[in-house]
């Protein structure tokens, strides 16, 4: 069995390897059992990236990374393993309820033994960046899911299509109550990276988001500590 884990940006590669240099679009296998691909943001980055992971024998997917939070129980370095997904249009998906079953008996002892916490629920599909807590308390009481992404519905409809279980595995970096900084969303580019010349010069004529974005990352290094706790696990997460 080979676990195949898919890794949108660049800041969340490091919870899984600080060895090895991955190119966007790209995958390297961690160990015999475990390949990892660098998607890049986005659902059509991700698609390709499990795409890519099942060609090279994957038969099991994994969707990792960070999440904002939807409800108000999550906070920062909360880890979130995902019961179900919901894409843009309210289209419902299963994750695999054996695989799921093994992996909430696993988290939930590693929870218990680091101290962070362990919530299951929906994962939210979103195709922009919601950055007002407002937007994130509508969207909770629309869907009843506690966290959205931009990838993991994308991996999931991969793996349904292929016939093969799927996880979603995901830390909260921002938690519903915070609106994030307009520095963030004035410099991403059409790939969802953060380019940090724009940041640079945005925050030259905008100081005052300074605080914010020393919030957001101090949130960001939370959610990191708990999936690098989480990576520890990985050969009995992905043995079952």
């Not at 790939?191 to 101090?218: C, M, N, R, Y």
Request: charged share 15%.
């Amino acid at each position: 069995m080979i676990t195949g884990i898919v890794v949108a940006l660049i800041q969340e590669l490091d919870t899984l390897t600080s060895k090895k240099i991955i190119a966007k679009g790209q995958s390297v296998f961690l160990t015999k059992t475990v390949a990892l691909a660098y998607s890049g943001a986005g659902a059509n980055n991700a698609k390709a990236a499990a795409e890519l992971l099942i060609s090279q024998g994957a038969t099991q997917l994994i969707s990792w990374g960070c999440a904002a939070a939807l409800s108000s129980n999550l906070q920062s370095g909360n880890l979130v393993l995902a019961n179900g997904l919901i894409d843009a249009d309210g289209t419902a998906l299963a994750v695999n309820a054996v695989w799921h079953h093994h992996a909430k008996s696993v988290l939930s002892k590693l929870a218990c033994e680091s101290g962070f916490a362990l919530r299951c629920g929906d994962l939210l599909e979103s195709k922009i960046l919601v950055a007002t807590s407002r937007d994130k308390q509508q969207l909770h009481q629309q869907t009843k899911a506690i966290a959205l992404d931009m990838e993991s519905i994308a991996i999931a409809k991969v793996a349904h299509a292929h016939n093969l279980p799927f996880l979603a595995i995901r830390t909260i970096a921002d938690p519903v109550t915070m609106d994030l900084p307009a520095a963030v969303s004035q410099a991403l580019n059409e790939q969802g990276d953060v380019q940090i010349g724009k940041l640079l010069k945005f925050l030259l004529w905008h100081p005052s988001e300074a605080k914010g974005l020393l919030t957001l990352g101090q949130q960001f290094n939370a959610a990191k500590t708990t999936l690098k706790l989480v990576a520890k696990e990985l050969e009995h997460l992905t043995t079952y």
